[in-house]
């Protein structure tokens, strides 16, 4: 049922952006399509309307925002961190913009910790 319902607004938002003239109204439907389309994990048909909804409306944060959650469902964590850096550059107060931030980054470190070589502290006994 869900899926369905995401399914349907995708097209809905997709029919509604064919009428939109206006820019706030353009970058709102790009980034409730995206984020149906993150909903069903099409992580970069998401990011796809998250780059346009930035680039026709740069200085509003929920463009940013979701270029972020795409990308960080891409495992593009770096890149996914640096928008939601943008975002919140664009939204200081966002809490949940920080939050997200923080979980990234304890992401990463974990990543870049399990790709480090084991060090042995002695030597075999031979």
């Not at 409306?57 to 890149?79: D, F, I, K, S, V």
């Not at 949940?96 to 075999?124: G, W």
Request: aromatic share 6%; proline share 5%; glycine share 4%.
């Amino acid at each position: 049922q869900r899926q369905e319902d995401f399914e349907g607004a995708i097209v809905i938002y997709g029919q509604a952006l064919e009428q939109a003239r206006n820019t706030d109204l353009r970058s709102a439907i790009l980034f409730n399509r995206s984020v149906a389309l993150a909903r069903l994990l099409r992580w970069e048909e998401s990011l796809q309307d998250a780059n346009v909804c930035v680039r026709i409306n740069p200085n509003w944060p929920r463009g940013p925002e979701c270029q972020g959650t795409a990308l960080e469902g891409l495992g593009r964590l770096h890149e996914a961190l640096a928008a939601f850096e943008t975002a919140r550059t664009l939204d200081p107060e966002n809490r949940a913009i920080t939050q997200t931030m923080q979980e990234i980054r304890e992401s990463i470190a974990l990543k870049d910790r399990s790709q480090q070589p084991q060090m042995y502290a002695s030597a075999p006994v031979i």
